[in-house]
Structures are given as C-alpha cells and as structure tokens.
C-alpha cells in the first residue's frame, strides 16, 4: 500500500484519490449512444492502460480500458483521460481515475482530473476489427478501445500524412464507385449512355467505400510533425504501403474516427516502380501535365523557381518513358509553355529528338503531341476541332512509321472536368456518381466521334489511337460513347490500373481508345503510376522544398499512359484490292504524287473520289501526275482489252 501510494503521490501531487470508493465502469460511463449519459459528471472508474501519449505536441493523455465491462457489444469498454499534468504512466497499468465526463468535439473523454491511484498492473487483449464494417455508426462502440486489424492493410491516402501525419488504411485500394460499375448498364461492358438504371448499385459501392476504411493517426496534434512519422527508404511514404495486424487504439477528432497507434507501426513500404513494359517497337504515351504554365502566379508555378522544378520532374518523366509520341495535355494555351517544355526536353537529349504539333485554339489550357522525327513523320494535315462544345481544340494528326510506311492517326482527349463551377441544368450532379458537367462530357465525346469517322474516311487511315484525360471513369457514359462507336478501350480495368486519386478514392479518368485496325498492332497498355500514389508534397511548389526531389515521381497529379505497338502489324496508309486473275499493279508515291501502273493489254485507268467522280488527271504512258489532286482518299480502276476485267486499289494524298 505505501508504495502504491508514493506511485499516486508522484501521479497527482494527493494521497486523496486513494479514498475514492464509488466506482462508475467505463462502458457505463460511454453508454450506448453517441454522447455519455455522464457528461458533466465527476466520476472514479478504473481500467488498464492501453495506450499514453504525454507531452507537448501530443493528445497529452492515456486510454483506460476494462476488459471486464459488461460484455455487451453495443457499449464501448474503453475511454481517453486527458491531463496535462500526468506525464509518468506506463501501458499496463490499472488504475483508478476521477475526474468530469465530457464531450470534447464528439469524444468521451474524462478531464480535470482529482484523483488518480494504480493499483497494479494488467493486460488487454485488442479487439479484432474485420474490413469492411456492417456500419460506419459502429465505430461509436469501440471509441477508446484497443483494436487490432488482423491481416494486412494497404495505404490507400496519404494527402494529410505530411501535414497532419494521417494515412488512410483499408483492405484494398478504395476504388470511384463509377469505375467499376455503369450507372446505366448492370453488365459493365454495356455501353449505354443515357438513364440511371443501375445507380443503386452505385450508391451501395460508395457506401461500401464508407464501411472500408480506417484513418490511422500518430497520437501528435501539432501540424507537419517532426520526424514525419514512417517515412520510406526512397524519402516517400507511397499508397499501396501496407501495414501487418495493425494495432490502436480507438479516437475521435475531426469529425473523423481514427486509430492512434499502440506502439510501433511495421510499415511496409511500397517501392516507386519502373515504367512498364507494354511491348512493341514503337510506344506512345499520353500524360496530364498538371497546369504546365509559362505564365507564373497562375495555375501552374507561382515563381521562377517552382516553374524549373516543375520542368526537371516533368522532363525526366518524359525521358525515361523515351516514347516515340507523347500527347500531352494541360499546357497553357500559349506558344510560350509547350516551346519552353520542348526545348528542355531535347536539352536532355542533346539535340532535336522532338518536333510539337499543336493548336492555339480554345482556352485556358491545350494539348500538344510531341514526337520523335526520327520514327514518325507527319503524312496528313493537323485536324482540329474545337467549337462552342469544347473548351479546348482537340487535335488529330496522322504520321508515318519512318521505318516502315506504316501509317496511323493520333488523337488528343481532354474533355470538361467534373468541378461544378456555374453548372446549370443537366450539368449539374445527377447523383448518379458521375458528378458535374456529365452531360457536356457525353456531348463532347458524341461530337468528337463523327469527327474522327470523318478523318478515317477522309485519309483511308483506319488505325486510329486516342489518348488523353476524359475526366471520366472506366463505366461512365462518354467512355460508352466512344466504346459504342467502333473504339475499344485499350488499358484493361484492373487493381493496377487507376491514373488518379481524388478525395481518397482511386480510378482511371486517363484513357487510351483504338479502333480495330489500332488493335491489331497493340503490344500492351499500362499506366506507370508516379503521381497518384505519391504524397501532394513531392511535388514542386515552394511550400513542399523539403521534400522536393528532381525526379519523375509526382511530377504531376495525374499518371501517365503508355501503349506499345508493333510495326510490322501497322498497314500502310496505301491499301491495294487486287483482282488476281488480272495482272494488274498500280503504285502510287506519296512524295511525289505521281502513279504509275503495270500490267498486261490495260484498256484504260480510271481514278475515282470518295463521291465517286472521276478525277480530271494528266495520263501518260504508265504514269499520271496527281499532284492537282486535292487531298483525299481516291479509288483506282484498270480496264483490260479483251475480258474486260477491272483491278481496282485505294490511295490516300495528302
């Protein structure tokens, strides 16, 4: 007794706690509902330690927890004691406390404490928590109870962990409901683009997400805390870090349960990975530059030095995927910010690696393709649409393998965000999980593919690739426009394939389509996730220079995609339908628009339009200079004497 009483001396300063004889359990003291039937009450109850943090900077505070309660499942048997003045107890010890009920910010807590004696020492056994919860209002049961987590957790946000050293954990990554299920169609692969048909299942997904994670805190209440708590070997902490029977006990502050860890956390972290092998001898890659902007103090980089640091990431980006095109979006809408991107770009290289395409149109923001002029030439005209439907030009150019001939078109998407900035009508959220301005998305995305029809037909180039950030998820209706009319998706859904992290949820908004002719060449397709798994603060901005590293990882908000595609699998841009019981060959050359034919006993050669008129042409003996002709896509015909069989071919001039 004397030295259980020197214990409580050194405690509180009073031998007067240890006459304390009413005792008020703790499940009793937290009730059944969310607010004590206690509060304001001064009462002595008794519990073991679970868990302490003491001093400046912490919750400045320990958990009580009687593992003996009552045994009901609806009342919690833990609680936090806060005192500023206690600052010697130890995890395991069973004391007894008295002190005033109260609800601090939606926490049971007993403060103002008079009286604190230890009358021994004990052990809790944690509570076991399985992933997803029946019901986010169970928490309320556990508040201030030890729980453990059995099997592993995965980070699945990490905005706050610099911050407020704050890390989302969850069985899995926590995925956009409406990248995994169609609002409209119950089988994912519909592609209906109108109706709400499914949106219950919609909403159950997003309450899923709700009932699937648990905010793990540590224990400290000042900001940007030092040392950052479970920093990484490569000076990040990563989504999809992964922590073992995880183990606290349980808070509420901030409108938010969380756990604060009862002893050490065994992250695992997660290692930044390579760009990935998509195959192919000739890759293209489409990345959302997060606002590259020449302009400072905008959008983009605020000064001078936040811009050059916003160039070193986004350029070794660019290197190490080393594509043969890029389509890029998010540069401002000038003929300043892409130049200046370029030539850092080939600084890198040490010489002209890359020539851009781009137009001024629209505003804000634009899209540019970049590509290497030693594999790709331009063979068609720069088309560009972009009207009263689009906020920005969207761009189409066609290029021919150097290599080979072999010729496709490529195409920018950036379509409407989903931010509800003076959003009217059917613009407005739906609450059908797509969220604002759906609907001037769907249009963009019905208006662009008549568009691109005309351009297959127009340059007789059916291998068609479109990249770029459709601001929709894999399910939502303008992804069913484009998959209804002739496209396919070419990154496969998947656990690994997201481009974007918003408000803790992860999903693909960054696409890649192509036609079937496109499909035939395709190696693989991935996304490389440097940016949406990344902590906000490795990237560029002044407040974050502590953190700054002048690599590719989160050089932007977005990750980029990459498409692989075999040449040899690519047709030319000269496709020839030759009757062979005809000794007919008919050669055009897209250089110098002139034709020449072979074959034996021709009657005559006709060249005909997409309309089917003929062309007025100069023929000579075996040749005909096309260079009059405008660009097009044209049908020829050889007649023999005698038989009076045709050969006929398609051409394209530019």
């Known amino acids: 007794m004397f030295e259980k009483a020197l214990r409580t001396a050194a405690l509180c300063g009073s031998f007067s706690a240890l006459f304390a004889t009413a005792q008020t359990p703790i499940c009793a003291i937290q009730g059944a509902g969310a607010t004590s039937p206690y509060n304001g009450q001064t009462v002595t109850t008794t519990g073991i330690v679970t868990a302490a943090f003491q001093g400046t900077g912490t919750l400045q505070g320990f958990y009580l927890e009687d593992p003996n309660c009552d045994g009901l499942i609806t009342t919690s048997n833990g609680i936090f004691v806060?005192?500023?003045?206690?600052?010697?107890?130890?995890?395991?010890?069973?004391?007894?406390?008295?002190?005033?009920?109260?609800?601090y910010q939606g926490l049971t807590e007993i403060n103002n404490i008079t009286g604190v004696v230890v009358l021994g020492t004990g052990t809790v056994t944690p509570t076991d928590i399985t992933l997803p919860i029946a019901s986010v209002s169970d928490w309320e049961r556990y508040e201030g109870m030890l729980l453990r987590f059995p099997g592993t957790l995965m980070v699945t946000d990490n905005?706050?962990?610099?911050?407020?050293?704050?890390?989302?954990?969850?069985?899995?990554?926590?995925?956009?409901?409406?990248?995994?299920?169609?609002?409209?169609?119950?089988?994912s692969s519909g592609t209906n683009s109108t109706g709400n048909n499914n949106v219950a299942a919609i909403n159950a997904a997003a309450a899923l997400n709700a009932r699937s994670s648990i905010l793990l805190d540590d224990g400290r209440t000042n900001t940007y805390p030092t040392p950052i708590p479970w920093m990484g070997p490569q000076g990040t902490l990563r989504c999809g870090s992964t922590v073992n029977n995880l183990t606290g006990v349980?808070?509420?502050?901030?409108?938010?349960?969380?756990?604060?860890?009862?002893?050490?956390?065994?992250?695992?972290?997660?290692?930044?990975?390579?760009?990935?092998?998509?195959?192919?001898?000739?890759?293209?890659?489409?990345?959302?530059?997060?606002n590259y902007w020449s302009s400072l103090g905008g959008f983009g980089a605020a000064n001078a030095g936040e811009l050059d640091r916003q160039r070193t990431k986004l350029v070794a980006a660019l290197v190490a995927m080393d594509a043969d095109a890029f389509v890029l979006c998010e540069l401002q809408n000038n003929d300043i910010a892409w130049v200046d991107l370029i030539d850092a770009l080939n600084a890198a290289y040490g010489s002209t690696v890359y020539l851009g395409i781009e137009d001024n149109a629209g505003f804000g923001t634009k899209s540019a393709i970049f590509y290497k002029q030693g594999s790709l030439a331009p063979v068609t005209p720069l088309y560009s649409l972009y009207n009263s439907t689009f906020e920005r030009a969207h761009i189409t150019q066609g290029f021919e393998l150097t290599?080979?001939?072999?010729?496709?078109?490529?195409?920018?998407?950036?379509?409407?965000?989903?931010?509800?900035?003076?959003?009217?009508g059917d613009n407005l959220d739906q609450s059908d999980g797509q969220g604002c301005y759906n609907a001037r998305r769907r249009d963009q995305a019905n208006a662009l593919v008549t568009y691109w029809a005309g351009i297959r037909s127009t340059t007789g180039i059916n291998a068609q690739l479109v990249m770029g950030d459709l601001n929709s998820y894999y399910q939502e209706d303008p992804v069913d426009v484009i998959r209804a009319n002739g496209f396919s998706t070419l990154v496969p859904e998947g656990i690994a394939n997201y481009s974007y992290r918003y408000q803790a949820v992860f999903g693909a908004i960054d696409h890649a389509f192509g036609t079937a002719e496109l499909i035939n060449a395709l190696t693989g397709a991935a996304p490389w996730a440097i940016s949406s798994d990344e902590p906000q603060q490795m990237d560029y901005p002044d407040a974050y220079l502590a953190f700054y590293?002048?690599?590719?990882?989160?050089?932007?908000?977005?990750?980029?995609?990459?498409?692989?595609?075999?040449?040899?699998?690519?047709?030319?841009?000269?496709?020839?339908?030759?009757?062979?019981?005809?000794?007919?060959?008919?050669?055009?050359?897209?250089?110098?628009?002139?034709?020449?034919?072979?074959?034996?006993?021709?009657?005559?050669?006709?060249?005909?339009?997409?309309?089917?008129?003929?062309?007025?042409?100069?023929?000579?003996?075996?040749?005909?200079?096309?260079?009059?002709?405008?660009?097009?896509?044209?049908?020829?015909?050889?007649?023999?004497?005698?038989?009076?069989?045709?050969?006929?071919?398609?051409?394209?001039?530019?």
């Open 403 to 424: 290599s080979n001939g072999a010729r496709f078109l490529l195409s920018s998407l950036h379509f409407h965000s989903k931010l509800c900035d003076n959003a009217t």
């Open 549 to 654: 590293q002048p690599d590719a990882y989160r050089s932007s908000d977005h990750d980029p995609l990459m498409v692989g595609l075999s040449a040899s699998a690519l047709v030319t841009g000269v496709e020839e339908a030759i009757d062979r019981n005809v000794d007919v060959r008919f050669y055009f050359d897209p250089i110098t628009f002139n034709a020449r034919w072979e074959g034996t006993d021709i009657r005559n050669v006709d060249i005909v339009d997409a309309l089917g008129r003929s062309a007025s042409v100069r023929v000579g003996a075996g040749t005909a200079d096309l260079s009059d002709l405008p660009a097009g896509a044209y049908t020829w015909r050889c007649t023999m004497n005698g038989n009076g069989r045709m050969a006929t071919g398609r051409f394209i001039k530019w």
């Open 250 to 290: 349980l808070h509420y502050s901030y409108n938010a349960y969380r756990l604060q860890p009862a002893g050490s956390i065994p992250m695992v972290h997660a290692v930044r990975p390579d760009p990935p092998d998509v195959g192919g001898n000739i890759l293209i890659a489409s990345y959302n530059l997060h």
């Open 159 to 187: 905005e706050d962990w610099v911050q407020y050293g704050e890390l989302l954990m969850s069985p899995g990554r926590v995925w956009q409901p409406t990248n995994n299920t169609d609002p409209n169609d119950a089988i």
């Open 82 to 103: 806060y005192s500023t003045s206690i600052t010697n107890v130890g995890v395991g010890d069973r004391m007894q406390v008295t002190g005033t009920v109260v609800e």
